[in-house]
């Protein structure tokens, strides 16, 4: 095939792809050894050039980087979701007006569609290069990616391989699970196992299955939740669309000009830390882009990652003495969905970079561990259902907490004081295991008791 013939971002990804192929893209039985690929491919993105804090100094236009997860975008595996300005929250948080990123609204219901279309495309396009001069019938083209996840991830990656010829689906779920999320997964087509107490159980056996795959001479693929490079690209669009989106509407029709607009922060949920990757990824994307505007827009912006107690694995690596990852013992927290007992180094390893550079250039620039109760989480759904009339579960509260907690928001307000003009934008990650019956039930549990 001529490279001529092929858009921009595949000869990115083929670039990419030749580093790794040599060793890894071997063949068993005529099928591709996809699991080393995978594994070749987790090494962090290359750092920004040496003593490069500063923003690029020639104005250019505003546009976003066009050829992040391009093709998922194109194929509409996820969508860009509203950017809505929030007056409940405004008015608590005087005088930072908070902008809500609805990524509940995403397909499967949550922002985890980014990443697993940029995921599943471009390991559908491997495949399909590897099978082309080795498939005798069609049988022998499909391909299986094989995912644990506490539901969402196992949502995503179903909702998104439902669209792709020739890709099935097998997702293992903890016991924690809510029935609700495995009734959904089934109904969209996944095979699923319901295996060990919790995600990290079911993890271990996910990978033993893709072993078990590669030894027999299949081509299945495992899928993090959130451990991979392209969950995090595909992740980092969201920071693309709130720069776009915010840029959009500080516009001015009767001036002809954009108001100045800077985000003082953003607010996003943890578990294994694959959304905090991405929107480490994006923001430091735009910083060093070629806009001036955008670079503008995100210097100084301090990335608030949040927890609950119980579930709190980021916190404790982040905020360790020698900088190592700390396992938790267990997850003992209602926001099930941020149940990973570690992070990937790579959040931390970004996180201090991010801060690093808020240091070196005196930009602000910094990322805030942020804590908060089961019952403050709760409190975020619930107060967020009344505000918005939307649904999210505990995990997504976590990031509402912030605003909505009277203890936190004096924290966070504290933290913004001398960027009074800044605006708060909260990563409204979604969420699948919620309805009216759950969220009525937590109330009372944690908020009426």
Not at 322 to 347: E, F, Q, W, Y
Request: proline fraction near 5%; aromatic fraction near 4%; charge should be negative.
């Amino acid at each position: 095939m001529s490279l001529l013939l092929l858009p921009t971002t595949t000869i990115v990804i083929l670039v990419l792809l030749a580093s790794v192929l040599p060793s890894a893209y071997s063949l068993s039985n005529g099928k591709p050894n996809f699991q080393d690929i995978v594994s070749k491919m987790r090494a962090d993105l290359p750092q920004p050039p040496a003593n490069s804090s500063s923003p690029p100094s020639s104005k250019m236009d505003a546009s976003p980087p066009s050829c992040v997860a391009h093709e998922a975008r194109s194929l509409n595996l996820f969508s860009t979701t509203p950017l809505i300005h929030s007056a409940p929250l405004s008015r608590l948080c005087h005088p930072h007006p908070v902008y809500l990123k609805l990524d509940l609204l995403q397909l499967s219901g949550s922002f985890k569609d980014r990443g697993m279309a940029h995921l599943c495309t471009t390991v559908q396009k491997m495949h399909n290069s590897a099978t082309t001069n080795n498939s005798d019938d069609a049988a022998t083209d499909r391909m299986k990616v094989i995912s644990s996840s506490g539901g969402n991830a196992g949502l995503a990656v179903t909702t998104v391989a439902r669209k792709i010829p020739q890709m099935d689906v097998s997702v293992i779920v903890p016991e924690t699970t809510k029935p609700l999320v495995v009734e959904k997964l089934r109904s969209l087509g996944a095979e699923v196992t319901i295996h060990g107490k919790n995600w990290n159980a079911a993890d271990a056996l996910a990978r033993q299955w893709v072993d078990d795959a590669k030894k027999s001479g299949g081509g299945a693929v495992y899928v993090s939740p959130y451990d991979n490079p392209l969950l995090w690209t595909g992740h980092s669009t969201v920071i693309d669309e709130i720069i776009t989106q915010l840029l959009e509407q500080s516009f001015d029709p009767a001036t002809q000009q954009t108001n100045d607009v800077k985000i003082g922060a953003v607010l996003a949920s943890v578990g294994g830390g694959g959304l905090l990757c991405g929107i480490l990824e994006g923001v430091e994307r735009n910083y060093h882009g070629s806009s001036e505007v955008r670079s503008k827009l995100v210097q100084g912006t301090k990335v608030v990652a949040c927890e609950t107690e119980g579930a709190a694995s980021f916190a404790a690596s982040f905020n360790s003495d020698d900088g190592s990852i700390v396992c938790l013992d267990g997850i003992n927290s209602i926001a099930t969905s941020l149940g990973a007992t570690s992070v990937t180094p790579a959040v931390i390893q970004r996180s201090k970079r991010h801060r690093d550079r808020g240091e070196i250039s005196n930009s602000g620039d910094d990322v805030i561990s942020y804590v908060c109760t089961d019952s403050e989480a709760v409190l975020g759904c619930v107060q967020f259902s009344s505000d918005h009339r939307m649904l999210v579960e505990p995990a997504c509260g976590a990031s509402l907490a912030p605003l909505y907690s009277d203890r936190l928001r004096a924290k966070l307000l504290e933290q913004l004081k001398d960027d009074e003009d800044s605006v708060i934008v909260v990563e409204v990650c979604g969420g699948s295991g919620v309805n009216m019956d759950l969220l009525r039930g937590w109330k009372e549990s944690f908020l009426e008791k």
